[in-house]
């Protein structure tokens, strides 16, 4: 008879452990199961921006490698240019190829307001010089336009009649620089 009592307990402490487990321990196994997803999912995102990051750091080196040719575009469209830089380039190139300046108008300025489009904050920037010396100095002026690394236009050239074999050149020219937006934008990570 003794034996009964003890399987009753028996039985019983099995049940309650069932039931206890049930109404204790199984909603802590699947918290800790909805947790352990979460750490997954973000442990992925971790690993995507890992990623992204490296690539980014790729990109970076492949661009390093081409540090000359981007100062030319720097230099060929400035992004803060500098009308006196300008002015002294004109000055000195136009003397050294045995021109005289007589005038210059830098015109119409870039305008202050930023558009949205590439091609709209390309700002143009007009400008006329008037020189006076003979042909084949304007020639090798000219030619040293052209072959500058700045992004310079000539747009038009006149001159009236010659005097005692000198030319008045008046030239329109026109240069670029692109205009950043002023506002810093956060590069976006991916999620």
């Given at each position: 008879m003794m034996q009964r009592p003890i399987l009753i307990i028996i039985v019983g402490s099995l049940i309650l452990l069932a039931i206890?487990?049930?109404?204790?321990?199984?909603?802590?196994?699947?918290?800790?199961?909805d947790k352990k997803l979460e750490v997954e999912r973000e442990d992925a995102k971790i690993k995507q921006k890992e990623e992204y990051f490296s690539r980014l750091e790729s990109f970076s080196d492949r661009l390093s490698g081409y540090n000359d040719e981007l100062a030319k575009i720097d230099f060929a469209l400035p992004s803060e240019p500098s009308i006196a830089a300008l002015f002294i380039f004109f000055q000195k190139t136009i003397s050294e190829n045995g021109l005289i300046l007589k005038d210059t108008n830098l015109g119409e300025l870039f305008s202050s307001e930023i558009q949205g489009t590439l091609e709209e904050r390309i700002q143009k920037m007009p400008f006329s010089v008037s020189v006076t010396g003979s042909y084949p100095a304007l020639k090798n002026?000219?030619?040293?336009?052209?072959?500058?690394?700045?992004?310079?236009?000539?747009n038009s050239i006149s001159f009236p009649s010659a005097e005692e074999g000198l030319f008045t050149?008046?030239?329109?020219l026109e240069t670029h620089a692109y205009q950043q937006k002023s506002e810093k934008k956060e590069a976006e990570i991916p999620e």
């Open positions: 206890g487990g049930y109404f204790l321990w199984w909603p802590e196994y699947q918290e800790f199961g002026f000219l030619s040293v336009i052209y072959r500058n690394t700045r992004l310079i236009e000539v050149f008046n030239l329109a």
